[in-house]
């Protein structure tokens, strides 16, 4: 038996997005944050073999940062384990960054074009050669592709009576989203102070239940829309599997 959830966006773009979820239960919005963060693969170096750093900087350390590099993962086009190789060569007086790394496949480049990796002085030179692996943020940090997950309840705000005439009107701080007459509003747009958007008024805020506001933001390995795919993708991959196990 399926469960259709109602979708709606509350501000959008290619790496970053609000959207607002309603139908689901406080523990399925923490499995959805914890599926972007921990189980959607992406592509990152994990393999260095340098063929020559006559920089200051020791091969670790170029090997940290070139881990650590974002790169675009297109998919269900790779294998969990499956690499891609990659290849640096910068000789100084210059700045290595990470567009200057050079893939053997057209579809996984760097996401970010100017990370630094290590600037070089006059007869200095990297080169380098590197896997980059598919895993997930289970295995290691550089693999997840959510750099930032956060969710809250959707709020509704309502006028209960005006302030008595004289009192003060101190600042009533929110954060998030409120509901107003069908509206969804980020409480951004009135400084999050509801003095600012309902002066002199007595105000009620309450939770609506089950109805949940994520705020994602990724490195660039994939849009906001694949990553949430690819973590109700794995929630459903792992149900199905112990509803199996369960009726064996």
Known sequence: MSTEYDVEFVDHDERAARFLVRGITPAFANGIRRAMVADVPTLSIDTVRVVENSSVMFDEQIGHRLGMVPLATPPDEFEMGESVTLGLDVSGPDTAYSGDLQSMDSMVEPAEQNVPIIELKDDQRLEVEADAVLDTGKSHAKHQGAVAVGYRHLQTVDVVGDREEF??????????????????IPTEEFDNDLTERYPGKELDVQD?????????????SMSVEELVLAAVDSLDARATELSEAVQL
Do not use: H, S, W, Y
């Not at 009107?169 to 509901?179: K, S």
């Open 208 to 220: 609506v239940p089950n109805a949940f506001v994520f705020d994602v933001e990724t490195d660039g």
């Open 167 to 184: 009192a003060d009107e101190e600042p009533n701080i929110l954060r998030g989203v409120i509901e107003d007459d069908g509206e969804l």
